[in-house]
Structures are given as structure tokens and as C-alpha cells.
């Protein structure tokens, strides 16, 4: 009997072992011994990752091929042998960073974190701005935002704004998502599935658990299609080896600016003929903005 490979996605990983979504329900699966020869430069399969995979007789399957990632959420991890690309959430639609207007006092700063870490892996972004029943004008504090380009979806889970929105946003992708502690984001996802927001708290509970032995990550179903997976530690991703000039890139109210810069090497603080200081003087840098890519520029937090 000639067993038939099938196409599936990796919705579980632990310890080695993988659970395949498969038209035919979940498989539990291992790696084909023949994928784990030669150099690793990082994970060779993580949750989010498209496969080929044969179901063998007692249920259980082999992975046989990992299809190309689109993008990757990625940790770098410095080893003797060279820097070791941890996959945190393979092929992700699209990261969702939930951020109060209030209670907690909204974090920009770690917010322009982590806007510059989806530019730098090339994820597409949406702001969830919650709680927005606490403040007379959300749109002040996130506004900014959607001037540079960024889609900001405005949220309250006592008023119900926002929340078919987010629904139809998280629907038939596979989302990562972040943002500080105490900011509404499992209750926000109760109101969108029942038990979603409890589901994510227990997976994000075994994660930081788990940061000095086996993590566990997964892929948590929504009812609409899609999945969503909790992926804390957006803060340390990814920048400790961003050159400074490099920088500019990321931020997207100031990439185009740089070529206008009287000098090459501008570092967009003090030289005569920068774009970037003209831009802000005219108000069309915001100036909190400046400030959070002056202090990511110089390495600071």
C-alpha cells in the first residue's frame, strides 16, 4: 500500500513533535529524518508553516517537505556557530497590536517598537486602539497613526465599537498578536469568540513558562476561518542588529524624506539641508514619533 502525501498546515509544535491541520482532521507529526541533515540556520518547521506530510497506519504522520514561508516572524539568537533564526509564527496575514487609550496610560513608544519590527520582517500591520469609552477623543492618540498609513480600528468591548470590525479582520488570516498587559485584549476576543481570549491567555501562560525549557506555541482556530496566535516578546525582537541608519527605513513618515537630505550619512539631528528636520519643524512628523525613532536609532528602549 503506497501511502499518499498531503498538503497541511502546522498548527502546534513541541518538543519535536508537530500537529498538521489537514482537510481530514489534525495529525500529529515528526520531521522525514532526512530533513534534519546538514547546517540549521534556524527552525526547519514552526507553527504556521505549509506542509507535505504522510499519514502512516497507526494515525500518525511524517513531514516530508516544508513549503518556501512567505515571511516569518523571526527571533535571532546569537550561538558560537552563528546566529540561530528562531521562527516564532511562520506565514502570518498580518500582526494585530492591541494598545489602550487608558488604564493602562497608552504605550506608544513600545508600539513604534513594534511597527518597526513588522516593517523590518515585512509583516502588514493593524492598530487596535481599546477601551476607547475611557478618553473624549481616541483619535487623538492614534491618529498619527493612520496618517502615515497604518489602519487603526478603534474598539470598545463596553460599547461594542469596533468589534464586528476586528471579527471580519481576524477572519480567514492567520494573525499574530501583541501589546502590553492590561489593555483589554482577551476580553476583546471573548466578545469576538467566547473563551477566545481565555483560550490565548492559557497558550501566552505556557509560552513565558516555558522561556528556559520547551515552549510550546500553537495556532488557536477562530469559528468565522483563520487563526490567531499570541506571540509575546515583540519588545526584544529582531533590533540588536539593526545598523542605525537603517533605521530611516522603518519609519514610514520619514523613508521617504532621506533622499531630500543635503548629506548622505544625515543622521536627521542637527545637519543643515536635512529633510527630516524640515518635515518636523512644518509639523509633518509627529513629534513623538521623532522622538520614539531618535531613541530606536541609538539603540535605546
Given amino acids: 500500500m503506497i501511502n499518499t502525501v498531503i498538503p497541511g498546515l502546522i498548527v502546534r509544535a513541541q518538543s519535536g513533535f508537530f500537529t498538521a491541520e489537514t482537510g481530514a482532521g489534525a495529525v500529529v507529526c515528526q520531521l522525514r529524518g532526512r530533513l534534519k541533515h546538514g547546517p540549521r540556520a534556524g527552525d526547519l518547521v514552526a507553527v504556521g508553516d505549509r506542509v507535505r506530510l504522510t499519514v502512516l497506519p497507526d494515525g500518525s504522520g511524517v513531514i516530508e517537505d516544508v513549503e518556501p514561508r512567505i515571511r516569518s516572524i523571526v527571533r535571532l539568537d546569537p550561538r558560537p556557530r552563528g546566529v540561530y533564526q528562531q521562527i516564532l ?3 502570518p496575514d498580518q500582526a494585530v497590536f492591541v494598545f489602550a487609550c487608558a488604564h493602562p496610560h497608552p504605550k506608544l513608544r513600545m508600539l513604534d517598537r513594534f511597527l518597526v519590527v513588522a516593517e523590518k520582517q515585512r509583516v502588514p500591520v493593524v492598530i487596535v486602539a481599546n477601551k476607547i469609552d475611557l478618553v473624549e477623543n481616541p483619535k487623538k492618540i492614534f491618529g498619527m497613526y493612520e496618517a502615515i498609513g ?3 480600528l478603534y474598539a470598545s468591548t463596553h460599547s461594542g ?3 464586528e470590525e476586528l ?3 481576524l477572519s480567514g488570516k492567520i494573525s499574530a498578536l501583541a501589546g502590553p498587559s492590561g489593555v483589554g485584549k482577551s476580553s476583546l476576543l471573548n466578545v469576538i469568540q467566547p473563551g477566545l481570549g481565555l483560550h490565548v491567555r492559557e497558550v501566552s501562560a505556557a509560552i513565558n513558562k516555558g522561556k528556559h525549557t520547551t515552549v510550546m506555541r500553537q495556532l488557536i482556530p477562530l469559528e468565522g476561518g483563520g487563526y490567531v496566535a499570541d506571540t509575546p516578546g515583540w519588545k526584544s525582537l529582531a ?3 539593526t545598523e542605525a541608519e537603517e ?4 519609519f ?3 523613508a521617504p524624506l532621506v533622499a531630500g537630505c543635503q548629506f548622505s550619512d544625515c543622521s536627521h539631528t542637527h545637519e543643515p539641508g536635512c529633510a527630516v528636520q524640515a ?3 512644518a509639523g509633518k512628523i509627529h513629534a513623538e514619533r521623532y522622538e520614539s525613532y531618535l531613541r530606536l536609532r541609538a539603540g535605546q528602549d
Fill in 89 to 91: 509564527l511562520a506565514n
Fill in 150 to 152: 497604518y489602519r487603526v
Fill in 252 to 254: 514610514r513618515e520619514i
Fill in 161 to 163: 465599537a469596533g468589534v
Fill in 247 to 250: 533605521m530611516d527605513a522603518y
Fill in 279 to 281: 518635515a518636523l519643524k
Fill in 167 to 169: 471579527r471580519a479582520v
Fill in 239 to 241: 533590533l540588536w542588529d
